[in-house]
């Protein structure tokens, strides 16, 4: 059975809005919204041990697609500062990956390769991705809530909460520790292939990146069926200088280096970046 929250915060009957409320009181009530119900409402319906999914790296044109699922406890205060990963710099994440890990009852990650995302097409890897991050999961969730729509193909009672990234704690968990994996994955392809400019655009289309396909061609860790040279110059040049482009393609502040990255969250949740690299080889 999957469930579909729609973006938005519904009122009850009778809360009716105030127009004469303070200014206190309307930050109070932004607040609350911002970590809306759904969670709780699902935990009172299905049991405390809910798991937030979330994933990245659909849009890229190189690298894999990354998910994570967690449980955060239920009887604790959400940590301050977690927002959808992509409003977040990269400093921001790795702290909170930090936190996000030393609180969570449980957490792991699961990932699909570009070859499969060729052979599946992205949406279907995606769900790959959550599924294989539900199954290494050490304690079993009592339900789940993923972020964006209900996925038909994902064989586990779920709720899907459009924008949920923003709405849902969980989510927004599963979200930055997803978003710092797989920027530090593609920081290690670089080193592999620096002609890319991976470890600043993470695989993303961005001039740069497409100067570097047009010199070089493309590499293994490429998706062949996002990667129409042609096409990709064709939307670049209808871009200007002022336009978002670069900004919308890098989704995020900084990439991380290896330095400041704590190995342990990717060690302690069974996936090492080294088994995904492993496993793109075999499969390429």
């Known amino acids: 059975m999957q469930d579909e929250v729609e973006s938005g915060t519904p009122q009850s009957a009778h809360e009716a809005p105030n127009p004469n409320e303070g200014q206190a ?78 609180r969570a009852i449980a957490f792991s990650l699961g990932a699909a390769s570009v070859r499969e995302i060729d052979r599946i097409n992205i949406y279907q890897a995606s769900v790959l991705a959550m599924r294989r991050a539900l199954e290494r999961l050490k304690v079993r969730p009592d339900y789940v809530v993923i972020d964006g729509r209900a996925m038909r193909t994902l064989p586990i009672p779920h709720t899907a909460v459009v924008h949920g990234d923003a709405r849902c704690f969980s989510i927004a968990c599963a979200s930055i520790l997803a978003k710092v994996t797989r920027d530090l994955l593609m920081t290690r392809l670089a080193v592999r292939y620096p002609q890319y400019i991976w470890d600043h655009n993470a695989g993303y289309t961005t001039r740069e990146h497409v100067a570097g396909l047009t010199s070089h061609g493309i590499t293994p860790h490429h998706r062949r069926s996002f990667c129409r040279i042609s096409d990709l110059l064709l939307e670049l040049e209808h871009q200007t200088v002022s336009q978002d482009l670069e900004p919308r393609a890098l989704d995020d502040v900084g990439m991380p280096d290896e330095d400041d990255f704590d190995y342990e969250i990717v060690a302690g949740a069974e996936l090492g970046l080294d088994d995904v690299d492993q496993q793109l080889d075999r499969e390429l």
Do not use: F, N
Request: with cysteine; hydrophobic share 40%; glycine share 8%.
């Open 25 to 102: 009181r309307r930050r109070h009530t932004a607040r609350r919204k911002r970590w809306t119900t759904i969670e709780r409402d699902l935990r009172i319906a299905k049991g405390s041990l809910l798991a937030g999914v979330d994933e990245v790296g659909r849009g890229p044109i190189a690298g894999p697609v990354v998910a994570c699922a967690v449980i955060m406890p239920a009887d604790t205060r959400a940590i301050a500062g977690v927002d959808d990963s992509k409003r977040l710099t990269h400093d921001q994440r790795v702290r909170l990956a930090v936190k996000i890990r030393e």
